[in-house]
């Protein structure tokens, strides 16, 4: 009875969030938090080298607007690349004599997106600073330049907004949550999953490995669509290589979900220096969404498992069914996306 009720109040628990992802998130794309970049170098007095990058989410390009001052003009015609998880544009400006200083660069549209834009300036004399404009706030001031501690600040920021957005990787942590049994066990799990990915994350961040975007969104997709059967498994009392040693198809998935991650920045095209700060940030950022969102879970869990109601079995392989089922949904999408990509 006791494994009943707790199962029970994890279908409870866990449906909503689940049926809410597949509301949410309906296409192959389960990163729309992936940044746009925006990059201004003064070249002379009130003149601007501009480099504008969009991300390309499903073969459709973010529609969000760059849109300078009043009375800036160009210089000569913009130069526009098409990559192929992203859209750059490079413009050369002139903002008159008193520069971009005390203005504001609009990004119209990202109001309307769950996505950011990191901006970094760099003037002259030598000066530089990096900002982000959120959907919130889609704008930024070309005024003075930020603290090491704000700059830090807004990678942490980016990393939490990164992983909640994150619907697969989110839903993957879910999966090994509904298959760990005992506290122990959970500890080890998201220490493996934490450990795996941070490995992959820096070392394609900082240039050591590079692997393309499509398949490694396929493999994330495939990561969850094979803890589908494995959760179905361990409620009806079987097991399993995954049943018995979760932490060792976390830490293995966890490499794969590192690769995702790492979209976010190496997607924006930072400047070297700019690596190292960014990504110690926005891991830790990543960390605190992850831990939070365990936390809650665990919490919510404990609650509800005091609760006297037994729900009837099917209730209880509805979370289960469903992390299978939207697995399966995103692994065939992304591999249709690859192999168009490859055609």
Known sequence: MRLNSRVACWGRVLLLPVLGWLAAVPTAQAHESRPAYLELKETGPGQYSVLWRTPVLSGQRLNVVLTMPAGVQNLREPVVLQLPDSLLERRWISAGPEGLAGKRIEFVSLQFTITDVLARV??????????????????????????????????????????????????????????VRDGWTLVKTITAFTVAHSITLAATTLGYVSVPAPPVEAAIAFSILFLGPEIVRRWQGETSFTIRNPWVVAFAFGLLHGFGFATALTSA??????????????????ELGQLTFVALIVLLERALSRAPVVWPRWVMMIPGYAVGSMGAFWTIQRVNLWLRALG
Request: glycine content about 8%.
């Open 122 to 179: 760099e003037l002259e004399d030598g000066r530089s600073w990096t900002t982000i404009a959120r959907p919130a706030t889609p704008w930024i001031e070309v005024t003075a330049a930020r603290s090491a501690w704000q700059v830090a600040g807004d990678y942490v920021l980016e990393g939490i907004r990164h992983i909640l957005f994150a619907a697969d990787h989110l839903l993957f942590v879910l999966g090994l949550l509904l298959i």
């Open 269 to 286: 095209g930072l400047p070297p220096s700019d690596v190292p700060l960014a990504l110690v940030c926005f891991n830790v950022g990543v």
